[in-house]
């Protein structure tokens, strides 16, 4: 079945850029989602399709995919981004099964 | 607005069976597939199960396939999940996840739940 990778934990000072890699084999090829997930909160989805944003999500958030990395990236990190991040794919080859990553804390120092 | 409400959790023995409920309101709940995803208390998330618009396919993952069955009734705009022969590694919060109305193919999630506490333990 399909993997996704995420580092544990990602640690950037305010109004710095943090950057959270997705890796998964020829991700490129995939759409990637991302959500944001803060303590005792349900999942918010902050990217989809690799760098599209829903509505209401700042444009501080952004997202990319090539090759084998993903990568969700926040500018200008405010202290509430801190936050559980998780990347999910749609595995083609397994109907509709949906994969996310191990998830990235995010600590804002 | 659009909600998703959970409902059902709690404490069961392994190997008994519970039914955990998802209410949906503020949109037209027959026009879109709707996934279970769960996880563990301080882990991931992990894809359960989803459910087309009209009930007429069904996926699970290999982890819950053959225990856990996946329904809906577009009637009273109610998903469910029916769990059978738990163990205490389904201990998990059970959320439900409308399939994203802007990504592509509906492969995200726009909106979930709060989720609702399933704990298997004797």
């Known amino acids: 079945s399909y993997v996704l990778t995420q580092p544990p934990s990602v640690s950037v000072a305010p109004g710095q850029t943090a950057r959270i890699a997705c890796g998964g084999n020829?991700?490129?090829?995939?759409?990637v989602h991302w959500y944001q997930q803060k303590p005792g909160q349900a999942p918010v989805l902050v990217v989809y399709?690799?760098?599209d944003r829903p509505s209401g999500i700042p444009e501080r958030f952004s997202g990319s995919n090539s090759g084998n990395t993903a990568t969700l990236a926040i500018s200008r990190v405010e202290a509430g981004d801190e936050a559980d991040y998780y990347c999910?794919?749609?595995?083609?080859?397994?109907?509709?099964?949906?994969?996310f990553g191990g998830g990235t804390k995010l600590t804002v120092l | 607005q659009v909600q998703l409400v959970e409902s059902g959790g709690g404490v069961v023995q392994p190997g008994r069976s519970v039914r955990v409920s998802c209410a949906a309101s503020?949109?037209?709940?027959?026009?879109?597939?709707i996934h279970w995803v769960r996880q563990a208390p301080g882990k991931g998330l992990e894809w359960v199960a989803v459910?087309?618009?009209?009930?007429?396919?069904?996926y699970y993952a290999d982890s819950v396939k053959g225990r856990f069955t996946i329904s809906r009734d577009n009637s009273k705009n109610t998903l469910y999940l029916q769990m059978n022969s738990l163990r205490a590694e389904d201990t998990a919060f059970y959320y439900c996840?409308?399939?994203?109305?802007?990504?592509?193919?509906?492969?995200?999630?726009?909106?979930w739940g709060q989720g609702t506490l399933v704990t298997v333990s004797s």
């Open positions: 999910q794919v749609w595995d083609s080859t397994r109907d509709q099964h949906w994969v």
């Open positions: 399709d690799d760098g």
């Open positions: 503020g949109f037209n709940f027959s026009d879109y597939a």
């Open positions: 459910i087309t618009y009209d009930g007429s396919n069904k």
């Open positions: 996840a409308r399939g994203g109305q802007d990504c592509s193919g509906a492969t995200c999630s726009d909106y």
């Open positions: 020829n991700i490129g090829s995939k759409s």
